[in-house]
C-alpha cells in the first residue's frame, strides 16, 4: 500500500513538472511572437507616418505650384498684351520691330539650332540696310546640336558665322549697329574693310549669335522606405 502511494505521488509530481513545462513554453512562445508583432506592428506604424508626411509635403507643393501657374499665367498675358512692345515696335504690326512680347523673346533666343534660320534672317538683315551679300558661310552643326535639344539647366549656346558684304561705309557702318541693336544677341569678332573708296568696299565680319535649349521638366516619383 506504501508503495502504491509513493508511486502515485510520484505520478502526480511527473505530471505536474510536465505541464509546467508546457505552460512555461506556451507563455515564452506567446511572448516571442508578441514581442515580434509589437516590432513588426510599430515598423509598419512608422512606415505609414513616412507616407503620409511625404504625401502631405507633395500636396503643399502642388498647391503651391497651382498659385504660382496662376501668377505666371496674369503675368505672361499682361507682357503678351504690352503695346507698344519691349522695343518699341506695334504689338500687331508686321515690321523687323514689331510683334508680341512673347515672338520677340523667341526670336531673341531660339530654343532650337536652326542654322538655316539664321542664315535667312542675317539675308534680311544686309539687304534692308543696301548692301550685297557676296557671302554667308559657317558651319551647320545641326547633327551633333541635337544632342542639346532640351537640358535640366539650359545655358546659352554660340552658332559662329562669317558675313561678307559689298556697299557703302555708311552702309556697312548701319549693319554693324543692327547687329549690335538686335533682339537677338549678337557678338561681333573681327571687322576687316577693304575697297578703292568708302562708297565701294568689301565687309568681312566674323561673329557669333546663340541659341538656348528647351529646359527640361522631369516630373519624377519618390520611394519612401
Not at 546663340?210 to 519618390?222: H, R, V
Request: aromatic share 6%; net charge positive.
Amino acid at each position: 500500500m506504501a508503495r502504491t502511494t509513493a508511486f502515485t505521488k510520484r505520478s502526480l509530481i511527473n505530471k505536474a513538472n510536465s505541464t509546467m513545462v508546457i505552460a512555461t513554453t506556451v507563455a515564452a512562445f506567446a511572448l516571442m511572437f508578441a514581442l515580434v508583432a509589437g516590432k513588426s506592428l510599430a515598423s509598419q506604424m512608422s512606415y505609414q507616418n513616412r507616407v503620409i508626411g511625404a504625401k502631405k509635403t507633395a500636396l503643399n507643393r502642388l498647391k503651391g505650384d497651382l498659385a504660382a501657374r496662376t501668377t505666371l499665367k496674369n503675368s505672361y498675358d499682361s507682357f503678351v498684351a504690352q503695346n507698344p512692345n519691349v522695343v518699341g515696335g506695334d504689338r500687331n504690326g508686321t515690321g523687323s520691330k514689331d510683334g508680341d512680347n512673347a515672338k520677340i523673346v523667341l526670336d531673341a533666343l531660339p530654343s532650337k539650332y536652326d542654322f538655316p534660320a539664321l542664315t535667312t534672317s542675317l539675308e534680311k538683315l544686309i539687304t534692308e540696310q543696301n548692301l550685297k551679300i557676296v557671302g554667308i558661310t559657317g558651319t551647320d552643326d545641326e547633327a551633333n546640336q541635337s544632342a542639346n535639344a532640351t537640358s535640366p539647366n539650359p545655358e546659352p549656346i554660340a552658332m559662329p558665322f562669317q558675313v561678307q558684304v559689298n556697299g557703302s561705309y555708311q552702309s556697312v557702318q548701319n549693319l554693324v549697329n543692327t547687329l549690335l541693336s538686335s533682339t537677338r544677341p549678337f557678338q561681333i569678332q573681327t571687322l576687316e574693310l577693304s575697297g578703292p573708296d568708302a562708297s565701294n568696299l568689301i565687309a568681312n565680319i566674323t561673329a557669333q549669335t546663340f541659341y538656348q535649349p528647351e529646359k527640361d521638366l522631369k516630373i519624377t516619383s519618390q520611394v519612401v522606405k
